[in-house]
């Protein structure tokens, strides 16, 4: 069965604007380690104190899941990696002809001397160790098998083949993995695969049909530049697509998305495979019809295994079916004759706006039907206003709310408040949290909220 090893503390910690805490990341080692990774690569020890702080607490948590330091071949970082007390250490040290001659000025016997020497080191020290060529996917082959089996000698019983720059497809990259194995002694092979042209998880799943044994994810595909294999795509991609019965608790996949998404404020695109919000929501008419007979017309497997819950759209896209159903969640009955009715009001306003709000399809059931729905509709909008402290640059808050969840339009002003945001959420809970997550950004002093009770969408061309 294919391992684990996940990096969302390392690899996921180098993305753009993303900074963990330290109880955090704490947080997040525990849902993976219930969730079933195998192992879970903490950070470099030496890139900061709180970085190694994390990493001598979390050692101490005996987690199920091996901990992995990631260090440079530099034997400081891997003597820290060591006095940290890891399970594992990950030696990276680039091969390809671009990073040795330009970035590391080192020539390939020397890169050799220092891959053996820091796994040794560690080895001796009781670690068990991981060699990674960086961009051994642009590495000469003879040069890359010399030193991965240089560095197997040396103590490492894992070796990752990392596509540093995401340029495999998944073609190349089965070939490449299967030679790389055939000529190894023997040994485990990671994958670790970057997303730049969008191939890293389909790259992953070849690689392991090569016979790598082990796949690097991050949740939600976080890493450096476009980041790497995202844990749910690759987790249930190999479950449903190549039908392996892994040991992972799936349903924690949604629980485990939305605390990295929160905690990053790196918000999940709803078009995202498997945890973005459209994953499990049907529109069109055809579409709706369908799953509403039997959900599996429209999806290759049910939301529920993996935490979520199906959505259907009601707009100017549906027909009967979709609209009965909605209409039925609010108690609401329709003989045919009304329920035509109501499509035609519902499709007319759809014409005119980009959504349909539930509201609207309520107010329409009232008029056309003469009753009063008695159910109140999920889903609230908001307007925030913001002071913040007199010396804060208030672009530098602006940056960090407008990638917030929920937050749709954010102005600075002038006058009292210094900022107002329009936020639009699935529920209380929801505008409580956004409340919160604005409040603890220090520099800002006071919020006021004001919920909205109805909405106009377009007046004279300009959205208000
Ligand atoms: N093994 C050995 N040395 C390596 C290396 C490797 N795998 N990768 C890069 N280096 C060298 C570079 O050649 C450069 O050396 P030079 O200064 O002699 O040219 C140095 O490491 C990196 O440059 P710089 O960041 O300026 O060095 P630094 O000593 O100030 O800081 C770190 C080193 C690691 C503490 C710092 O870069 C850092 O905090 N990095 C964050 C973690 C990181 O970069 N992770 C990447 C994982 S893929
Ligand atoms: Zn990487």
Do not use: W
């Not at 594992?88 to 590391?104: E, M």
């Not at 000025?105 to 160790?129: N, P, R, S, W």
């Not at 485990?188 to 997303?195: A, F, L, Q, R, T």
């Amino acid at each position: 069965m294919v391992k684990i090893l996940d990096t969302t503390l390392r690899e996921g910690e180098q993305t753009a604007g993303v900074s963990f805490t330290i109880n955090e990341k704490m947080t997040l080692a525990k849902m993976l380690d219930d969730f079933g990774v195998d192992m879970i690569e903490v950070g470099h020890p030496n890139v900061s104190p709180k970085i190694e702080e994390f990493i001598r607490k979390v050692v101490k948590e005996n987690l199920k899941a091996d901990v992995v330091g990631h260090v440079r071949a530099v034997k400081g970082d891997v003597e820290m990696a060591v006095d940290c007390e890891v399970d594992r250490v990950a030696i990276f040290l680039a091969t390809s002809n671009v990073h040795l001659k330009d970035k590391l000025k080192m020539t390939k016997e020397v890169a050799i001397e220092k891959v053996v020497d820091c796994v040794q080191y560690a080895k001796d020290h009781g670690l068990k160790v991981r060699y990674t060529p960086e961009d051994a996917t642009r590495t000469d082959f003879n040069y890359l098998i010399e030193i991965c089996n240089a560095a197997i000698d040396a103590g490492a019983d894992r070796i990752s083949v990392a596509d540093t720059v995401g340029v495999m497809q998944p073609h190349i990259f089965y070939d490449l993995v299967k030679t790389i194995k055939a000529n190894l002694k023997p040994v485990g092979i990671d994958v670790h695969c970057h997303n730049d042209f969008g191939l890293a998880v389909a790259n992953a799943m070849a690689g392991v049909r090569a016979g790598a044994d082990c796949v690097h994810t991050t949740v939600n595909g976080i890493g450096e530049r476009t980041g790497i294999v995202d844990l749910s795509n690759f987790v249930v991609a190999t479950h449903i697509l190549d039908n392996e019965n892994l040991k992972y608790d799936l349903k924690m996949l949604k629980q485990i998305s939305a605390y990295v998404e929160k905690i990053t404020g790196i918000y999940v695109y709803p078009l995202m495979p498997i945890m973005g919000d459209n994953a499990f929501t049907h529109k069109s008419g055809v579409h709706t019809d369908g799953v509403l007979k039997n959900p599996s017309t429209y999806e290759p497997f049910s939301p529920e295994m993996v935490g979520k819950e199906r959505k259907i759209i009601v707009d100017k896209f549906a027909g009967r079916r979709a609209v009965m159903s909605k209409l039925n969640q609010y108690g609401i009955e329709a003989s045919d004759e009304d329920l035509l009715k109501i499509i035609h009001e519902i499709k007319k306003v759809g014409d005119e706006r980009k959504i349909v709000h539930e509201t609207d399809i309520l107010d329409i059931a009232e008029k056309v039907l003469g009753v009063k729905a008695v159910t109140i509709p999920t889903g609230v909008d908001a307007v925030l206003f913001l002071r913040l402290e007199a010396h804060i640059y208030t672009t530098s808050i602006s940056r960090k709310i407008k990638n917030m969840k929920g937050v749709e339009k954010l102005y600075e002003m002038s006058g009292d408040e210094d900022i107002s945001i329009y936020a639009s959420l699935k529920n209380v809970a929801e505008l409580n949290n956004l409340i919160e997550d604005i409040r603890s950004i220090p520099g800002v002093l006071a919020t006021s909220t004001r919920v909205v009770l109805k909405k106009y969408g377009e007046v004279n061309g300009n959205s208000c």
